[in-house]
């Protein structure tokens, strides 16, 4: 990181750089005997696949944007023997089919060896490199697809003209063309040319576990032996024959599935994938039942060449619970060596566990978990089928639950940093990041700002979150320049003011967005007038914090007058409810639940105002994302026992079969969306009630809200162990709880409006 790399990056000679591409590179070389290191840093623009002497050992590099290109560091020391080795990359530019979550300069690949043992590896001139020209995309069909779709192309491989152990010391490569240099490796902060600016992998790799399909569901055309999938089952599909064969996972997944096959020249070979299955009129019902459905989405496609066990792998991760396999035979048969997925995913360890007396909550928590899991790869991102991109809304939720199960804070950091390098001149971040075509959705600026004071709260990390201050201000001076000066209010936004999925804010074909309360375009809207003064206040924290008095004095002052001005225009004083602006023509949870959140309304009057908006049925109610708003404000308001008696959305969709929570509780697009896990956050910090006391988690505060609950027990992981809470109603309000902090961390216990302290170790309370 101090120079720039003797490797230079390279490409086809002959290719475009821009358009759609599979490129195959080679590196032959021998070694006297098995080296005990042999690191190399490796990086691709698109994606690269690196094997090892035929091995599969990682692929990459790690998402990012434009101005950083992040390189990955392995030892490739035990893939390696005396003797000939190779060294070889799939690398592929998926041109104007490009995912929506993936940048390009152009098709380039590199390879640095880290010392001078490593060096004969340096990608250059004695690299090979072919075309692939047998692999083309499959371009998603909307029809198919069913929803706004950005993930990439379905891949299609002709295997007759595929170049088959490509990948083995043995192959011939002498006809391979000699690569072009597109320069040097430059490091971060180093050269005038900012191409590519290299900076190390700062996630871990992510692992790939084999993964068996749990059942056939269905077969058409072709008998299935008993053991397959989950066994070594081969099978035959006859010559002239079409056969279908549905399989289900169990559960949503996020994976690389393959499917080996022996013989059947010319045989075309389906794979779909498909979270659900879709009925005549395009429900998807119950997610366990196949009757009468078929399975319509993302599709990949293989030409067999006759060869023996030729293993058919996507380039790119597959979402899915169920894979419909399709086989139509030639004058050959075909047999279906095996067919399995290897499941990948960002390496989260779960660190935290709740139960309780209702086991159905223990099932929301692990599928939330699940949920969680399958929404964060090398970025966050929102679901795992159809955009996989990092919008700050749902990250700002799937932050906490990171930290709350796992501990690991190296994927909240990423995202922090991504969206404040995405900010936009006027000050605003991008709504997601990284993404090219950019999106601004303003809303989503305050969720940053909010994302960062979490942050401050649960990790004791003062440089990092100092770094933030900056854009921090530049997000709260553009929203300021908007405020008008007549009402007080936030006035006409640009860009999308997106608040929440609701029938009543549908999507507007003409402005090409949705989702947008009355007022946010037009000005005097409560909803983002609120949202804005609750993220003054939790700037005027950080800002106070390390020093900034003046911005703090100023952040909370403007969010005082945006407070009462909200009230003075937007309060109905007959309904007892905030409207969504100044013409009292709409009311919603959202406005209500942030007249809350922002402290617009305090103490008692904010729990009858809780009270009013939960039973109110004639508000806009929040969907399952704003939900943990909404359930925020109901806690705040001291209404938290009332917690787990909302949870009843939850609760349908496990009655509906889904194995992860979905976008909007009717007809969603996505079966597993990240926002929608909230409860696995909330189980551990509303129910159990551990939260931070004090910013860096230096103390805790466990207030629980059990509500019809008679035993809890939750733990949290925390930077200096794990806090662990066992709750058991007495009698009445009577409890016995037992806490179990880490060494040097104490706060209080708080219950029945009293408190008692806590030290380090294992305590003891009988609450009369």
């Not at 072709?222 to 010559?239: K, L, S």
């Not at 933030?468 to 640009?494: C, N, Q, S, Y």
Request: charged residues 20%; negative net charge.
């Amino acid at each position: 990181m101090r120079e720039n790399w003797p490797a230079s990056w390279i490409a086809a000679p002959n290719a475009s750089p821009f358009d759609y591409g599979v490129f195959l590179f080679r590196r032959t070389f021998e070694l006297a005997k098995a080296p005990g290191r042999f690191v190399v840093h490796v990086s691709a623009d698109n994606r690269y696949r690196l094997f090892v002497n035929g091995h599969s050992v990682c692929f990459g590099p790690e998402r990012s944007d434009l101005m950083l290109t992040r390189y990955d560091s392995v030892d490739l020391a035990p893939y390696l023997h005396p003797g000939a080795n190779v060294l070889a990359a799939e690398v592929v530019n998926y041109g104007e089919y490009r995912p929506a979550a993936l940048v390009s300069h152009g098709t380039a690949f590199l390879l640095q060896g880290d010392g001078p043992a490593e060096r004969v590896a340096d990608t250059g001139t004695a690299w090979r490199v072919l075309r692939a020209d047998a692999c083309t995309p499959d371009s998603p069909d909307p029809a198919k697809i069913r929803g706004y779709y950005v993930a990439g192309p379905g891949d299609a491989v002709d295997g007759r003209r595929f170049p088959w152990g490509w990948e083995q010391a043995s192959f011939d490569d002498s006809l391979w063309e000699t690569p072009r240099l597109l320069g040097r490796g430059t490091p971060r902060y180093h050269g005038t040319d900012l191409v590519r600016w290299l900076a190390p992998r700062n996630i871990p790799l992510l692992p790939e576990t084999l993964q068996h399909l749990a059942s056939v569901r269905r077969a058409e055309g072709v008998d299935i032996p008993a053991a397959f999938p989950t066994g070594h089952a081969p099978f035959r599909v006859p010559a002239h024959t079409h056969a279908v064969i549905l399989l289900d996972q169990g559960f949503e997944t996020l994976a690389f599935p393959y499917v080996t096959v022996t013989g059947g020249r010319g045989a075309r070979i389906t794979l779909a994938y498909a979270e659900a299955l879709f009925d005549k009129d395009g429900r998807k019902g119950n997610r366990d039942e196949i009757q009468g459905k078929h399975l319509s989405g993302l599709e990949d496609h293989f030409i067999a060449d006759s060869g023996q066990h030729r293993r058919f792998e996507p380039l790119d991760v597959r979402c899915y619970r169920y894979l419909e396999l399709r086989v139509t035979t030639g004058d050959e048969p075909l047999t279906v060596d095996d067919l399995a997925g290897m499941a990948t995913g960002y390496p989260f360890h779960r660190n935290a566990a709740f139960g309780s007396d209702d086991p159905e909550l223990g099932k929301i928590w692990n599928v939330g978990w699940r949920t969680a899991r399958l929404c964060a790869f090398e970025t966050y991102m929102d679901c795992p089928y159809y955009e996989r991109m990092q919008y700050v809304g749902d990250t700002r939720i799937q932050a906490l639950i990171s930290l709350y199960v796992s501990g690991d804070d190296r994927l909240v950091r990423n995202a922090i940093e991504l969206a404040d390098r995405s900010r936009l001149p006027d000050g605003l971040t991008q709504s997601r990041a990284p993404s090219d075509p950019p999106q601004v959705i303003d809303t989503f600026s305050l969720y940053w700002v909010e994302m960062v004071h979490d942050y401050w709260m649960l990790r004791d990390d003062p440089a990092f979150v100092k770094a933030r201050l900056g854009g921090i201000r530049d997000v709260l001076d553009w929203f300021e320049r908007h405020v008008d000066a007549k009402t007080g209010m936030l006035g006409p936004l640009p860009y999308w003011s997106f608040v929440d999925w609701t029938k009543e804010w549908p999507w507007d074909h003409q402005l090409d967005r949705g989702g947008e309360p009355r007022g946010a375009e037009t000005g005097g809207s409560a909803i983002v007038t609120l949202q804005y003064a609750l993220t003054l206040d939790r700037a005027a924290q950080l800002f106070r914090a390390f020093g900034r008095t003046d911005e703090a004095s100023h952040c909370e002052t403007l969010a005082r007058s945006l407070r009462a001005a909200t009230l003075a225009l937007c309060w109905d004083q007959n309904r007892g409810l905030l409207a969504d602006t100044p013409a009292k023509c709409e009311f919603s949870q959202h406005a209500n639940a942030l007249a809350v959140l922002s402290g617009a309304v305090k103490g008692t009057a904010a729990r009858e105002l809780m009270t009013r908006t939960l039973d109110d049925r004639s508000l806009v109610a929040c969907s399952l994302y704003f939900r943990f708003y909404l359930l925020r404000a109901m806690t705040m308001a001291g209404l938290g026992n009332d917690y787990v008696a909302q949870l009843g959305p939850w609760r349908d969709m496990l009655a509906a079969g889904l194995t992860t929570f979905a976008e909007t509780p009717d007809h969603p697009r996505s079966d597993c969306h990240a926002w929608s896990a909230s409860p696995v956050y909330d189980l551990l910090a509303t129910v159990c009630g551990i939260e931070p006391g004090s910013p860096g988690f230096k103390t805790v505060r466990i207030a629980p809200h059990l509500g019809p609950l008679h035993h809890v027990q939750g733990s949290v992981p925390h930077p200096d162990g794990v806090i662990r809470v066992t709750l058991d109603r007495k009698s009445g309000t009577a409890l016995h709880a037992v806490v179990d902090l880490p060494q040097g961390l104490t706060g209080t216990f708080c219950w029945g409006g009293r408190t008692w302290p806590l030290s380090a170790g294992q305590q003891t309370i009988d609450t009369p």
